[in-house]
């Protein structure tokens, strides 16, 4: 498994664990993780896990007119 933010060793799936339980925003997931509370390299890759989780749980949008 991969670091999300190697400053404190925070994995991936701890960030997305902290997201499927309800982290919606990067401060939340920080707060949860620790996770981008330093130099904020991984801002970036946890912004990209929030929009992936948002994308995934949206309702699917019914083409019919």
Not at 11 to 27: N, R, Y
Request: net charge negative; hydrophobic share 40%.
């Amino acid at each position: 498994m991969a670091y999300t933010c190697a400053c404190n060793a925070v994995k991936d799936h701890v960030v997305v664990e902290a997201i499927d339980a309800g982290a919606c925003t990067l401060d939340a997931v920080a707060e949860c993780t620790r996770a981008g509370l330093d130099c904020g390299g991984c801002h970036p890759t946890i912004e990209a896990l929030l929009a992936l989780s948002t994308a995934e749980s949206a309702p699917e949008r019914s083409s019919a007119t």
